[in-house]
């Protein structure tokens, strides 16, 4: 017993030397403390590693006090009087935390939310539904007194999962009606009843049932009863081996007989209907002629071919064995190619004059074209004789701009002649030997390198020569400003 008290007192001892050390009573120089980064998790006193860089005593990681060495190194830290760090103590007693190194044992944990869980399936297999996701109060959950989690636990959202069945079922059936006569046993009554208590929808089954119900009338009296015929008797043989027939079937009026001054059954004792015992063979008959094919079989112009037409055996088609229709299903018709006839083409219509060439001066011109299109040739129909282009001169354009006399300037052109001299000199343009020329036809083609100019003004034997082929003559205007393009020469 005296051990087991030795014992405890062992351990108050080093117990209270341990409340003084978290309490941050000083430790005797003699007595200073080792602080270490890392403290092995076994319980209180772990060993320890890897030395602190700090110190606030001579040598490296000496310290006074727990607080010194533990606010360096934090709670993963630990201390010891060793300086090898076994027996090391955890900081976490001296920081105030928990044994596992969480949050202060007194301070309260407020609760923060999971992730929310997926959404779920829909609540119903068909029409608009809810699906629900959902999150708990456990990251972490709420401790020491700390508030729960803000917000809602649970989301919803609507689902729609499509029209759903629906089956039909019946009404309440209606009040009968009125009866059918007034008197007898067979009078009877109605009543009905309607599908659409619902109505089916998306593909639900109808009703099962009847609509209509039917019963004899209660309470009428007595009366005449008019005879009524029996059922029908079996049907005799028909009247032919093949083809249309008839056959006939009889009945008697006692069913009932007339009594009470009824009147006899109204209508007729024998009856009749075709029968068929088979069929009779029907020959084939020939349809009305189709249209004559539209093309000629012929392929030069104006050679005689044929066209075809053709019929068929179908009014009616043969059955029943029957023959075929007699004679030809095609017949033919003489016809002369004209489609393969040369076409010469024809000229359109003139189109819009374009823009003026030029916007001063008497030299401007503007043109027109038209197409050979009404008809184009075709099949070696000649090419549309005369003009594919007009030009005609733009009237009432000003003047072109001249240099005014005695400027002096000559410009920029060195073959310019100067009237008068020094600076006053006015420039004397070259004159364009083409201009010599007195009808626009001529200075066209001479501008365009087909004719010389004249040598001189005036003279005719350098004016355009007479047009002598057909084409010349087709191009030739009647019109000096009426001009066939001829940038193809």
Same mark, same amino acid.
């Given at each position: ?162 029209? =759903?069945?629906? /089956? #039909?079922? &019946?009404?309440? *059936? %209606?009040?009968?009606?009125? $009866?059918?006569? @007034? +008197? !007898? ?37 007595? =009366?005449?009863? /008019? #005879?009524? &015929?029996?059922? *029908? %008797?079996?049907?005799?043989? $028909?009247?032919? @081996? +093949? !083809? ?56 030069? +112009? ?57 916007? +001063? ?129």
């Amino acid at each position: 017993m005296c051990l087991v008290y030795s014992y405890l007192l062992l351990i108050a001892v080093g117990f209270i030397s341990i409340l003084n050390n978290v309490k941050g009573n000083p430790v005797p120089a003699d007595e200073r403390i080792f602080c270490f980064q890392n403290h092995e998790p076994r319980g209180r006193y772990g060993p320890c590693d890897t030395p602190s860089n700090s110190s606030d005593a001579d040598g490296e990681n000496v310290f006074d006090t727990p607080e010194d060495c533990c606010t360096i190194v934090g709670q993963g830290g630990g201390y010891t009087p060793n300086r090898s760090g076994s027996r090391c103590t955890s900081c976490t007693s001296v920081l105030g935390m928990d044994e596992n190194g969480g949050n202060p044992v007194d301070d309260p944990v407020d609760g923060g939310w999971s992730d929310w869980i997926g959404w779920t399936d829909c609540s119903v297999t068909c029409g608009e539904g809810m699906k629900t996701k959902t999150r708990t109060c456990t990251n972490p959950a709420p401790a020491n007194g700390g508030r729960d989690c803000n917000g809602e636990s649970n989301k919803e959202k609507t689902c729609d999962m499509g029209s =759903c069945v629906v /089956d #039909g079922n &019946w009404g309440n *059936w %209606g009040s009968y009606g009125i $009866c059918s006569a @007034t +008197c !007898g046993r067979t009078a009877t009554q109605t009543r009905t009843r309607e599908c659409d208590d619902p109505a089916p929808q998306n593909g639900g089954t109808a009703c099962d049932g009847d609509s209509e119900q039917t019963r004899i009338c209660p309470g009428l009296p007595n =009366c005449p009863i /008019d #005879g009524g &015929w029996s059922s *029908w %008797g079996v049907w005799s043989d $028909c009247s032919t @081996t +093949c !083809g249309a027939g008839l056959q006939v079937q009889v009945r008697v009026c006692n069913n009932p007989s007339p009594q009470y001054g009824g009147q006899d059954c109204p209508g007729d004792a024998v009856r009749s209907e075709p029968c068929n015992v088979k069929a009779c063979p029907i020959p084939g008959g020939w349809s009305n002629w189709g249209e004559w094919s539209p093309s000629c079989s012929a392929t030069k +112009c104006n050679e005689v071919g044929l066209q075809l037409r053709q019929r068929l055996c179908d009014n009616p088609p043969p059955q029943n064995n029957g023959p075929y229709c007699r004679g030809s299903s095609y017949s033919s018709q003489p016809c002369t190619n004209t489609d393969a006839c040369p076409v010469d083409g024809g000229w359109g219509e003139w189109g819009e004059y374009g823009e003026c060439s030029e916007t +001063c001066g008497d030299l401007s011109q503007r043109t027109r074209m038209r197409e050979c299109n009404n008809p184009a040739p075709r099949n070696g129909g000649l090419e549309c004789m005369g003009i594919g282009v007009q030009a005609q001169g733009c009237d009432g354009l000003q003047p072109c701009p001249t240099p005014s006399p005695g400027s002096g300037d000559c410009g920029d052109d060195e073959d310019a002649d100067c009237q008068g001299s020094g600076s006053g000199a006015t420039p004397t343009p070259t004159p364009d030997p083409c201009s010599l020329f007195e009808n626009y036809y001529s200075y066209d083609l001479c501008t365009k390198g087909i004719i010389d100019p004249p040598d001189v003004p005036g003279n005719e034997d350098d004016m355009a020569p007479t047009p002598t082929t057909a084409t010349e003559q087709a191009t030739q205007p009647d019109d000096p400003f009426a001009y066939e393009s001829f940038s193809s020469f």
